[in-house]
């Protein structure tokens, strides 16, 4: 059974840092890449960053691009997103994600349950 458990969200004021960790296990989480992706209530679900299963490539979304990075250790089978100089529209619930192919869709093979971000201003 593969999950995928998120942790790390909280409340932060704009400007703060935080760093989201996401534990996988039940899948060979080296031959997976890994993404993250943010729901606020009544919007559709967006992608965050992407990285693959070496490390070697990473995607951001262009509102995020140069603030958050995406980083993973395959030997904890963990995948983190390093947040800084957060705004309040980045508050959302942050998923993480599971496929082989590395890519910026949300057409990923797993979820975790998500955690939520609040960013107050």
């Known amino acids: 059974q593969v999950q995928l458990v998120e942790s790390g969200g909280g409340l932060v004021q704009a400007g703060g840092s935080v760093r989201l960790s996401c534990a996988a296990s039940g899948l060979t989480f080296r031959r997976y890449s890994m993404g993250w992706f943010r729901q606020d209530p009544g919007k559709e679900r967006e992608f965050v960053a992407a990285?693959?299963?070496?490390?070697?490539?990473?995607y951001y979304a262009r509102s995020v691009k140069g603030r958050f990075t995406i980083s993973r250790d395959n030997d904890k089978n963990t995948v983190y997103l390093q947040m800084n100089n957060l705004k309040p529209e980045d508050t959302a619930v942050y998923y993480c994600?599971?496929?082989?192919?590395?890519?910026?869709?949300?057409?990923?093979?797993?979820w975790g349950q998500g955690t939520q971000v609040t960013v107050s201003s």
């Open positions: 990285i693959s299963w070496s490390g070697g490539s990473t």
């Open positions: 994600a599971a496929k082989v192919i590395l890519t910026t869709n949300n057409d990923y093979e797993y």
